[in-house]
């Protein structure tokens, strides 16, 4: 059974986790948004949005991956050991 305290770190992760994918898209969806331009207009920063996607996308991985470490419930910390 959760405690009151497990459950808001389980929210609380839930809530950060979606919070850093919806940075990711916002950003991906610019990319995108360049590299189709030429069919409607000026492909001007396709690269460097397509590369700040990727590095915004690596950076929320791992930020996700340690929040989920983190903020892991007692039981899956003690079967992981």
Do not use: C, H, N, R
């Not at 590095?55 to 340690?66: A, G, H, R, Y």
């Amino acid at each position: 059974m959760m405690t009151v305290f497990e459950e808001i770190k389980k929210q609380t992760l839930t809530l950060m986790t979606a919070a850093l994918a919806f940075v990711a898209a916002l950003i991906w969806k610019d990319a995108i948004s360049a590299w189709l331009a030429p069919l409607y207009g000026s492909a001007e920063g396709a690269s460097s949005l397509t590369i700040a996607a990727l590095v915004v996308t690596v950076v929320v991985v791992i930020v996700t991956i340690v929040l989920a470490k983190l903020l892991a419930p007692k039981e899956a910390k003690e079967a992981s050991k």
